[in-house]
């Protein structure tokens, strides 16, 4: 369906973007790509960020992953942690070509990465799916049914895998970890022998 352009600024204006990088070029640049797409407000710090998001409601946070104090994972774990803020979207800007970034990344709860330089379309791309489906996660999931063991230095268990994502996996088990716990899970994966 065709909006006509007043239909699409009036859905742009509904939704808010916070852009969060301590290099003021790269909060500039951003808003001026999305322009067309949201209301972007901007934070110079992940502390900053903090206090925008507890006096108003985002629909998507960009940050960028290097920031000094705070750095842009410890943001995404904090959001993430948080049961009021938990559901908001965070897309996270890397460096190219950093495996350790994305791991980085990908730990902290990230929904989705782009890499820096910033490509326009990409980063078009990526906000609109989140705005447009209704912020469900970024990363897609695939079902599946798997038995999983569980160890850890002190513990070991069985549970079984229900889907699983660049993300992350989800897992059910009988019993309970502590948090920060490092866990190996050995699993076969569906249609795999390994």
Not at 60 to 88: E, F, N, W, Y
Not at 180 to 187: A, C, E, S, V
Request: hydrophobic share 45%.
């Amino acid at each position: 369906m065709n909006q006509t352009p007043l239909a699409r600024r009036a859905k742009t204006r509904d939704r808010t973007i916070l852009m969060v990088d301590d290099v003021p070029m790269f909060r500039e640049l951003v808003a001026l790509f999305l322009t067309r797409t949201a209301a972007v407000i901007t934070a110079a710090s992940a502390e900053e960020a903090l206090d925008v998001l507890h006096q108003r409601p985002v629909d998507l946070v960009i940050s960028d992953l290097h920031m000094p104090r705070m750095d842009g994972s410890t943001l995404c774990r904090i959001l993430k942690a948080d049961p009021l803020l938990g559901r908001i979207p965070v897309l996270m800007l890397l460096r190219q070509g950093s495996d350790e970034d994305s791991t980085v990344a990908v730990q902290a709860g990230a929904d989705d990465m782009l890499c820096k330089p910033i490509s326009r379309g990409a980063l078009i791309q990526a906000v609109n799916h989140f705005l447009e489906s209704g912020l469900s996660r970024g990363l897609p999931r695939v079902s599946i049914q798997a038995p999983v063991r569980l160890r850890s230095d002190l513990l070991q268990a069985w549970g079984t895998a229900r889907n699983i994502s660049r993300g992350g996996i989800y897992v059910e088990a009988d019993c309970e970890f502590e948090p920060k716990t490092q866990l190996w899970l050995d699993l076969v994966l569906p249609e795999s022998s390994t």
